[in-house]
């Protein structure tokens, strides 16, 4: 008989255990009302054949990142977008090949395999309509999403965002030279115009030219914690190099696009510089433009205040609702 109670209550404790472990491995539920509740933590998703690694925290409308492409990991991101989680439920997405992601074929970093990509994690997640938030090239990327799958995107945050095939940036050159007298421009700009060819050279290529990112070298050494924090994978920004980046046509699709953009851009950012940023705000009908003083190309790290007050700011303006789910 003890035996027989035993044997119960162990099959019992399977069970549970193996309901919990279900459940842990998705993120995303639905309620009696029908609308999506996707629970806080990290997960890893199988998305088009690679188990792509993402983070989820906060409350409010689903807010989807993905990081740019090229290497860089999303704690660049989730380590200090935390006043935004008040505003969103964000998803923080370790695109394909960076961060804790899986590798694909060297040729696999097309623009179309990142859009489908972020179309699968919103599948996955189980959210029919969401925000997206861009940073740098993470700003084409998710344009480009918006002209294929736009019914699901509700609006559009492109931070420092450069689009290839209708605006580069004319002066970079010219606002790397503004710097000339700083101590360290030398080796910056030696290191600018090197390209790595190894995950060692990889590393200390984008140390050594990070003073151009910041507005000042103060706010470099403010922030230093996040970049020891930051992997960059170098088999990205191979991928990048292999693959086809080609766009859609941006230059037609702008004018005409009905999703609302907040366009934000550091005025001292040298790569994306506000150029660009103010011909998506010239080009997107539903757009509001924010520059942020005194930031280069990672504002929210050099100026918070600036950046998140700005954002809460403009984003009423632009259809938010923080009661939208």
């Given amino acids: 008989m003890r035996i027989s109670n035993f044997l119960n209550h162990t099959l019992s404790v399977i069970v549970c255990l193996s309901l919990v472990c279900i459940a842990g491995s998705r993120p995303a539920l639905s309620d009696t009302k029908g609308s999506t509740v996707i629970r806080e933590g990290e997960f890893t998703a199988d998305i088009n054949g690679l188990k ?8 409010g409308p689903v807010c989807i990142l993905p990081t740019p492409g090229w290497g860089p990991s999303s704690d660049l991101y989730f380590l200090k977008m935390k006043p935004l989680e008040s505003i969103f439920t964000m998803i923080y997405l370790d695109t394909r090949g960076s961060g804790r992601s899986e590798r694909p074929d060297p040729h696999a970093y097309t623009m179309h395999d990142f859009v489908a990509d972020i179309e699968g994690l919103r599948e996955h997640i189980g959210a029919e309509s969401v925000w997206l938030m861009g940073h740098s090239d993470g700003g084409r990327m998710i344009l480009n999403y918006t002209a294929v799958h736009g019914e699901h995107v509700r609006g559009l945050i492109l931070v420092d965002s450069p689009v290839r095939d209708t605006s580069q940036g004319r002066d970079r050159e010219r606002r790397m030279l503004l710097r000339k007298n700083e101590p360290w421009f030398d080796s910056a700009y030696s290191a600018f115009h090197r390209m790595p060819t190894t995950q060692k050279e990889f590393d200390a ?121």
């Fill in 52 to 59: 792509l690694w993402y983070k989820v925290s906060g409350s």
């Fill in 205 to 325: 290529y984008i140390r050594s030219m990070s003073p151009f990112f910041f507005s000042s070298i103060g706010n470099l050494e403010k922030n230093r914690d996040v970049f020891e924090k930051v992997t960059l994978s170098f088999d990205a920004q191979m991928g990048e190099g292999q693959s086809d980046q080609s766009s859609v046509g941006l230059a037609s699709f702008l004018p005409g696009m009905k999703t609302p953009a907040l366009v934000i851009v550091g005025n001292d950012d040298f790569i994306c510089p506000p150029p660009a940023s103010e011909y998506l705000h010239r080009e997107i009908d539903r757009s509001k433009l924010l520059i942020i003083q005194n930031a280069g190309h990672f504002p929210w790290l050099e100026q918070p205040e600036q950046f998140f007050g700005g954002i809460r700011d403009f984003l009423p303006k632009l259809g938010y609702r923080a009661a939208d789910r």
